[in-house]
């Protein structure tokens, strides 16, 4: 296997397992204001910045018929609290330690290219010392990325700050928004889905995707 020039990794979903999290930080406070969120509108939140899922589920309220939508100050207000409790407690995925490590000792140059903000990468990341090891970040609120997923920006970014191309990068996403994303920006893409959704259901969410990692493991095996 030809080895990439340069590893770009999405952290929720993908290194650490936040997103059932996650979801159920935005299922508290949607419900807060009397707008149960379904499954697959959880899904659709995978991935995308914080500031454009709360506009998004602000839309959901607005369209169930509410008799008043909260602005985005509110809704993040009842969502923050509870997210931070959370996410403090998100373990590793399986192989997630293993892979950066096998990078790091393969001496293959390592970005995070995240949605999340960089405060709240430093509260999940803070329990997990071996994400230290990916020291070249791009954050959601970084003042240089002009669009969160599925622009491609953040991936590009990520590949600029590593001087690398991102066309010999290998990128690893678990969201559909991420997916399109890191293909946009001509990365070779590896997709950990989660792992609840039927073969339908992955061909629907990630076309073109031919091939899904059950595990970071399987890469380990792979990358040598």
Same mark, same amino acid.
């Given at each position: 296997?030809?080895?990439?020039?340069?590893?770009?990794?999405?952290?929720?979903?993908?290194l650490?397992?936040?997103?059932p999290l996650?979801?159920?930080?935005?299922q508290?406070?949607? #419900?807060?204001?009397?707008? =149960?969120?379904?499954? +697959?509108? /959880? !899904? %659709?939140? $995978?991935?995308?910045?914080?500031?454009?899922?709360?506009?998004?589920?602000?839309?959901?309220?607005?369209? #169930?018929?509410?008799?008043? =939508?909260?602005?985005r +100050?509110? /809704? !993040? %207000?009842? $969502?923050?609290?509870?997210?931070?409790?959370?996410?403090?407690?998100?373990?590793?995925?399986?192989?997630?330690?293993e892979?950066?490590?096998?990078?790091?000792?393969?001496?293959?140059?390592?970005?995070?290219?995240?949605s999340?903000?960089?405060?709240?990468?430093?509260?999940?990341?803070?329990?997990?010392?071996?994400?230290?090891?990916?020291?070249v970040?791009v954050?959601g609120?970084?003042?240089?990325?002009?669009?969160?997923?599925p622009?491609?920006?953040?991936f590009?970014l990520?590949a600029?700050?590593?001087?690398?191309?991102?066309?010999?990068c290998?990128?690893?996403e678990?969201?559909?928004?991420?997916?399109?994303?890191a293909?946009a920006?001509?990365?070779?893409?590896?997709?950990?889905?989660?792992n609840?959704?039927s073969?339908?259901q992955?061909?629907?969410?990630?076309?073109?995707?031919?091939?899904?990692l059950s595990?970071?493991?399987?890469?380990?095996?792979?990358l040598?």
């Open positions: 296997m030809v080895r990439p020039v340069a590893c770009l990794f999405d952290l929720d979903g993908l650490l397992d936040t997103e996650h979801a159920e930080a935005w508290q406070a949607s #419900s807060h204001f009397g707008r =149960v969120l379904e499954a +697959e509108e /959880l !899904l %659709a939140l $995978r991935g995308r910045r914080r500031h454009d899922c709360a506009d998004q589920v602000r839309q959901w309220i607005g369209g #169930s018929g509410a008799a008043a =939508v909260p602005s +100050e509110a /809704l !993040l %207000a009842v $969502r923050q609290p509870i997210a931070e409790a959370l996410l403090i407690q998100a373990a590793p995925m399986p192989g997630a330690l892979l950066v490590r096998h990078c790091q000792a393969l001496e293959i140059p390592m970005a995070l290219a995240t999340s903000s960089k405060a709240a990468v430093e509260l999940k990341a803070a329990p997990h010392p071996w994400l230290a090891c990916i020291s970040r954050h609120d970084d003042p240089l990325l002009q669009r969160g997923k622009a491609p920006d953040v590009l990520a600029e700050r590593l001087g690398v191309d991102p066309n010999l290998w990128a690893f678990d969201s559909p928004a991420g997916v399109q994303a293909r920006a001509g990365c070779r893409v590896h997709v950990l889905p989660p609840h959704l073969s339908q992955r061909q629907e969410l990630y076309p073109g995707i031919d091939r899904f595990s970071l493991e399987e890469i380990v095996g792979e040598q």
